[in-house]
């Protein structure tokens, strides 16, 4: 019985032996799998910043190469602008030049206008104190009012020319048709009715159809017509202020270079 407790111990030691011993490796076996995991995890963690880094460093690159393409785009856009700066300056370069130039011209044309205006001034008021005796305030006006222009420095000789040539435009349209006024033969007359015939003739009607007349030109007078006269210096009155259809009149006309 001795001996068998005493193979049961020796057994028992070396199982306790074997189970200390597995329990060592496997200790040991865990704490290397340990830092196989530890080492694993930290691998992955350096992989994770390393890949942030790399994302920052390409969203840099990308917000880098945005910048540089508007740089460029920009660039681009400003080198076309001045380009058209530089078109404009010359074409403004060449149109001051042209500017000069006619400057200068019209300064040597407005030294040479000035004489030529002064005597179609004086024509227009010899004209008009020589043409038949109509509107003669309102015309005598006009020409007053051009001279006082004309001595204005204010006034430029481009618009003095231009009221210059409206005054002729109107005595022109004077000959183109029938023109009726009321006024006075004379400053001791009576007060008439004239029935202005383009340039050729003028007549007056008293207010009452008592008597009419016409100008005679070449005398530089009044004379009185025949009494079958008045209906058509009538009805040309009435012609002339619109109040009546235009229709055929008979009134005596002077022939050129001759007596009325």
């Known amino acids: 019985m001795r001996r068998l407790r005493s193979g049961r111990a020796a057994i028992l030691a070396g199982v306790l032996i074997i189970v200390g011993t597995g329990t060592a490796a496997a200790q040991d076996s865990a704490a290397q799998v340990d ?8 691998r992955q963690r350096d992989n994770i910043r390393s890949q942030t880094r790399i994302n920052q460093l390409d969203d840099a690159t990308r917000e880098a190469l945005q910048r ?41 044309t407005e030294r040479e206008i000035l004489p030529l205006m002064l005597r179609m001034l004086d024509g227009l008021e010899q004209f ?27 006034t430029s000789t481009a618009e ?13 349209e004077y000959g183109r048709g029938l023109g009726a006024e009321r006024a006075a033969l004379d400053e001791d007359g009576a007060v008439v009715d004239i029935l ?6 003028l007549f007056y009607r008293q207010l009452d159809g008592a008597e009419v007349g016409a100008w005679d030109a070449q005398q530089q007078a009044w004379h009185v017509l025949p009494d079958r006269f008045e ?8 012609i002339a202020r619109e109040t009546a259809a235009a ?13 009325q």
């Open 128 to 154: 008009v104190d020589e043409d038949l005796p109509f509107l003669q305030g309102e015309r005598q006006e006009r020409v007053d009012n051009l001279r006082r222009s004309f001595a204005d420095p204010a």
């Open 68 to 108: 540089y393409r508007a740089a460029l785009w920009q660039s681009q856009q400003l080198d076309a602008y001045a380009g058209q700066l530089d078109q404009l300056l010359g074409t403004q370069s060449e149109e001051m030049a042209s500017l000069r130039s006619q400057l200068d011209e019209l300064q040597v």
């Open 231 to 238: 209906p058509d210096i009538r009805q040309g009155l009435r």
């Open 160 to 172: 003095n020319f231009s009221r210059l040539i409206d005054a002729y435009r109107v005595e022109y």
């Open 196 to 201: 202005r015939v383009g340039r050729v003739g």
């Open 35 to 42: 830092q196989a995991l530890d080492s694993t995890m930290q």
């Open 247 to 259: 229709s055929m009149l008979v009134l005596p006309l002077a022939a050129p270079g001759a007596p």
